[in-house]
C-alpha cells in the first residue's frame, strides 16, 4: 500500500474515532444534564404538592369548624366578607373569625417573611379583589377548567429564579358555606392555590455542577484521544516497520541480501522499456561462481552461503550506486546497468572478477581460506530485441563460452 493512500487511511481512522467519542460524550453530557434538571424540577413539584396538600388539610379543618376565632390584637381588622365576623366574650375579650381563605393569606405572609413559600389563593370568580390572580395564575386556571390536575412554572424575576407551582380548589360540602352564592355546586373549579419558592440556590449549585461535568468532560475526551493518539502513532510505527519488512523480504534474497529473481526481472524489464523510449544504452552482466558444486561437496552447503554472500559482498562494492545487482538462481548473479555501453559494460565485468578473484576468509567452526573465482557474460541492449529475454539469452550464451573456455574471464563476443 503506498505510503500516502495508508497516512491517510490512518487519518481518516483518527478523525472517525475522535468524532465519535466526541459526539458520545457530548451526549452522555447532554442527557446527564437535562436528566439532572428533570429530577430537580421533579423534586420541586413533589415538595410544592406537599405544600399544597398540608394547606388543603389546615383548610379542610378549618372549613369543617365553620372557620376559627382567634384573640383580636392591635391592628387586626375583621373579614367584612363574612358573618359573625367579630364576637365579645362575657370577659370582654374580642375574637376575630378567620376563615379558610385569611388562614391560608397570614400563612403564606409568615412563610414568605421567613424567605421559605409563599401561598396564593385566587380565582376566576373573585370575592376578594386582593386574590386577583396573574398572568401564570390566570392561565393555570383556565387550564383547570379543562381538567388539568396541576401546572408548574420556572420564571425569574429581579435575577432570582423561583419555581412556581398551582393546583385547583374543588368545591366541596364545608366551602359552600360561604361560596354557595357564587352559583358552585360540589366538584366545581372554584379557584386554586398557587405556591411559589426560591430556587435560585439549587440552581446555581446546578449551573457550577454542569461546569465542573464539562471540564471533566474535555479533560476526559483530550486523555482519550490523547491516548488513542499515542496508540495509533505506534501502531502505525509498527505496522510501517511490519510492512516494510514484508517489502523489504518481497524483493530481497533471504541467503545474500540482494535482490530476488522476480525483482531483478522487474526491474530489468522498467529499465529496458525506459531505455527504449529514450534511446539509453543498457547492458547486463550474467555472473557464475566457479566450481560451485565442488565446493560444496568438498566443504558443506554453510560454507557454500558463505561463499554466495561473499561474493554478493564483494560485487556489490565494485559496481555503480544506480546499478540493479539480483540473484538470478543458485549460484548465478544477474546485474543490470542503466546507461552503459559495451565499453563500459565490459570493464566493470572486469573489475568485478578481479575483486572476487581475491581468498576468501570464512569464519566458520574451522577457519578455511578458499579460492574463488567467476566466470561472466556480457550483454547489451540492440535495436533488434523485443524483450530482455533476447539480452539475458546472450549473456548466458557468452557465460556458458567464458565457463567451457576455462572459467575466470569475461566473454562478450
Not at 84 to 94: L, M, N, P, Q, S
Request: glycine share 6%.
Amino acid at each position: 500500500m503506498p505510503l500516502a493512500r495508508e497516512t491517510k487511511i490512518y487519518k481518516t481512522f483518527m478523525v472517525s474515532i475522535s468524532l465519535t467519542i466526541i459526539a458520545v460524550l457530548s451526549g452522555i453530557f447532554f442527557i446527564t444534564t437535562i436528566r439532572t434538571r428533570q429530577l430537580i424540577d421533579e423534586e420541586n413539584i413533589i415538595q410544592a404538592r406537599t405544600l399544597f396538600n398540608s394547606i388543603i388539610w389546615a383548610r379542610k379543618w378549618n372549613a369543617n369548624h365553620g372557620g376559627v376565632y382567634v384573640e383580636k390584637k392591635k391592628g387586626d381588622k375583621p373579614n367584612h366578607y363574612l358573618d359573625k365576623a367579630e364576637i365579645k366574650t362575657i370577659d370582654g375579650k374580642v375574637f376575630i373569625r378567620r376563615n379558610p381563605a385569611q388562614m391560608t393569606r397570614e400563612i403564606s405572609e409568615y412563610a414568605e417573611k421567613e424567605g421559605l413559600f409563599k401561598f396564593h389563593l385566587t380565582s376566576l370568580n373573585l370575592l376578594n379583589p386582593a386574590n386577583k390572580p396573574d398572568d401564570f395564575e390566570a392561565r393555570a386556571l383556565s387550564l383547570f377548567e379543562k381538567g388539568t390536575k396541576e401546572t408548574s412554572y420556572t420564571e425569574n424575576k429581579d435575577g432570582i429564579t423561583y419555581f412556581r407551582y398551582m393546583a385547583p380548589l374543588y368545591t366541596e360540602k364545608e366551602c359552600l358555606q360561604c361560596h354557595s352564592n357564587q352559583g358552585y355546586k360540589l366538584g366545581d373549579v372554584r379557584g386554586g392555590i398557587s405556591i411559589t419558592f426560591d430556587i435560585e440556590n439549587i440552581r446555581s449549585k446546578l449551573g457550577i455542577n454542569n461546569i465542573y461535568t464539562i471540564i471533566f468532560g474535555l479533560l476526559s475526551t483530550s486523555f482519550l484521544l490523547g491516548l488513542i493518539f499515542l496508540f495509533t502513532a505506534r501502531l502505525i510505527k509498527k505496522t510501517s516497520e511490519i510492512q516494510q519488512r514484508f517489502e523489504y523480504l518481497a524483493v530481497t534474497d533471504g541467503l545474500t541480501g540482494i535482490f530476488n529473481r522476480r525483482h531483478i526481472m522487474s526491474r530489468f524489464n522498467e529499465e529496458f522499456e525506459r531505455a527504449r523510449r529514450l534511446k539509453k544504452n543498457l547492458g547486463c552482466i550474467m555472473i557464475d561462481v566457479d566450481k560451485f558444486k565442488s565446493i560444496n561437496d568438498e566443504f558443506g552447503h554453510l560454507v557454500g552461503d558463505e561463499v554466495l554472500r561473499e561474493t554478493s559482498i564483494r560485487i556489490k562494492n565494485v559496481i555503480r550506486i544506480y546499478d540493479i545487482l539480483g540473484r538470478y538462481g543458485g549460484e548465478e548473479f544477474l546485474i543490470v546497468l542503466p546507461d552503459a555501453d559495451f565499453d563500459n559494460t565490459k570493464s566493470l565485468a572486469e573489475r568485478i572478477r578481479e575483486n572476487v578473484k581475491a581468498d576468501i576468509f570464512l569464519a566458520t567452526d574451522m577457519p578455511l581460506h578458499i579460492h574463488i573465482t567467476i566466470s561472466s557474460g556480457i550483454a547489451r541492449m540492440t535495436d533488434v530485441d523485443n524483450s530482455i529475454d533476447d539480452i539475458i539469452k546472450r549473456a548466458d550464451k557468452r557465460l556458458y563460452k567464458a565457463k567451457s573456455s576455462g572459467r575466470d574471464r569475461v566473454e562478450w563476443l
